[in-house]
């Protein structure tokens, strides 16, 4: 038995080292070869692993701690335990521990109380992904790492079998998204985008609204994010010594390596364009989301997009945009805008009507549309009240999540698009089925970023 295991083991580890050293995508994993995955029965249990446990992965950690059916095994995080986190949210995070120690803490806690001894030791801590992926008891992974960091963890996670929840924005780049679809749907494993918005009655029943006509027919979307909620350190900002508890070098994976300042990582993550595409992606990636569904355009985008004054700043360490404003055309002729506005809406307008949620408050033309029924004939879309246990169900039953992996990559390649344009200062000629722009090689150049080795897709 216990050659078994370690046969096993060597098998799993072989299989991710393919995965994320060698060139394209590796060899398709039977499931008979991996046990759990690929065939969870209903009265079995879900053993979970948490890949990034930051301030949004230990809230995602948790959700999943409290699923009946579900047992986190794992996690794993570059920090060791950091009260550096900062956020501007309402729970406020600013002096709160997070890493890969504290989320074992709470994990074991929560369990110890649960068992009749009060005690539980059984969580593993991982620094490298890799690591926990190399255990042999891990059914589905939560992975809510910093946007540089989506794509290799989720490829690498399908070619072992295993079912994934990936926070939004889901990639770095068109690119990454693409080779992550792809690689989600050669290995059938499970795929649910953290756009938890899906799973929202109110956005739904918008949504739905529109899809059947309530409006007349859509026209124009408006989409608004919120400011940078982070003030950039000065421009001539000097390098700092790598704190002890950070892995530095496995933080940065695959992007370019630059010298440790304490803004660089963590949340500020947010605003340097290695690691994400700032807002536009951060924020943009929920409410372009709902334009896409309202729009019924899950499986394409637009054909055309402009910069309508997006700004850069001009140098220091935060290389994201400043002020975000875009608009982009989709084939049916609906006209969608992304601006950063502080606490703005999210509004549709059609020939017969308009809607608008701002701040979860929904306001409409007719004011008959609040008590509009959906019938039974016409359009319902899908329902989901819970996105981490909807995830979970989905598992289970081997069905489609809410927010698939081709609906992550297509609303924040609406946000991609957006980035490019802003950066380029011109309008652009999408095609949504071959998902490159019309002869305008520069900006194909644009859809893909060289990783730092030895990393790549």
């Known amino acids: 038995m216990n050659d078994a295991k370690i046969n096993r083991r060597r098998f799993l580890k072989s299989t991710i080292a393919s995965a994320v050293g060698t060139a394209g995508f590796p060899l398709v994993v039977p499931s008979s070869a991996l046990g759990r995955a690929g065939n969870v029965p209903p009265s079995s249990r879900i053993n979970m692993g948490s890949i990034g446990v930051g301030g949004m992965g230990t809230n995602n950690m948790r959700a999943f701690l409290t699923q009946p059916d579900v047992q986190v095994v794992a996690v794993c995080d570059v920090t060791t335990a950091s ?13 709160a521990w997070f890493g890969r120690e504290p989320a074992r803490k709470i994990v074991e806690d929560h369990y110890a109380q649960k068992s009749q001894s009060g005690r539980y030791k059984g969580c593993g801590a991982y620094v490298d992904f890799r690591e926990l992926l190399a255990r042999d008891d891990i059914d589905a992974v939560c992975i809510t790492t910093p946007d540089h960091w989506h794509a290799i963890p989720v490829i690498t996670a ?8 990936c926070e939004k924005p889901m990639s770095l780049t068109i690119a990454e998204g693409q080779a992550m679809v792809k690689a989600v749907r050669r290995h059938g494993v499970i795929f649910q985008t953290g756009t938890q918005r899906r799973s929202d009655q109110q956005f739904r029943f918008i949504c739905e609204l529109i899809r059947n006509g309530r409006i007349g027919q859509l026209k124009k979307i408006i989409t608004t994010i919120g400011l940078n909620n982070k003030e950039a350190p000065p421009k001539d900002w000097q390098p700092m010594p790598v704190p002890e508890w950070l892995d530095y070098d496995m933080w940065l994976g ?19 364009l290695d690691y994400s595409g ?29 910069d309508l004054g997006g700004e850069y700043p001009e140098d220091g360490l ?7 404003h875009f608009r982009a055309w989709y084939a049916n002729g609906v006209e969608l805008t992304c601006e950063t506005q502080d606490g703005g809406p999210l509004h549709f307008e059609g020939t017969e009507g308009w809607i608008q949620i ?10 008959s549309l609040k008590t509009s029924v959906i019938g039974p004939n016409e359009i319902h879309l899908y329902q989901s009240d819970d996105h981490h246990r909807n995830f979970v169900d989905c598992v289970r039953e081997r069905r489609e999540t809410a927010a698939p992996v081709e609906v992550g990559h297509r609303s924040v390649s609406v946000c991609h698009l957006g980035n490019i344009a802003m950066t380029l200062k011109r309008k652009l000629r999408w095609d949504p089925q071959e998902e490159r722009f019309v002869n305008d090689e520069k900006a194909n150049r644009m859809l893909a970023r060289t990783m730092r080795g030895p990393w790549h897709l």
């Not at 399908?158 to 994934?164: E, L, N, S, V, Y």
């Not at 700032?278 to 402009?306: F, K, M, R, S």
């Not at 935060?318 to 975000?324: E, S």
């Not at 701002?358 to 004011?367: D, F, G, R, S």
Request: proline share 6%.
């Open 318 to 324: 935060f290389t994201t945009a400043t002020k975000v």
């Open 83 to 95: 009260n550096e986190y900062g956020h501007w949210y309402k729970k406020g995070w600013q002096g």
């Open 254 to 272: 695959p992007a370019p390596w630059v010298p440790y300042h304490k803004d660089r990582c963590l949340y500020t993550f947010r605003f340097g």
């Open 358 to 367: 701002h701040k979860n408050q929904l306001t409409c033309y007719p004011e």
């Open 158 to 165: 399908a070619a072992t079998g295993r079912h994934i929840y």
């Open 278 to 306: 700032g807002q536009t992606t951060n924020l943009g990636a929920h409410a372009i989301d709902i334009a896409q569904w309202a729009n019924d355009a899950d499986g394409t985008g637009p054909v055309e997009v402009e």
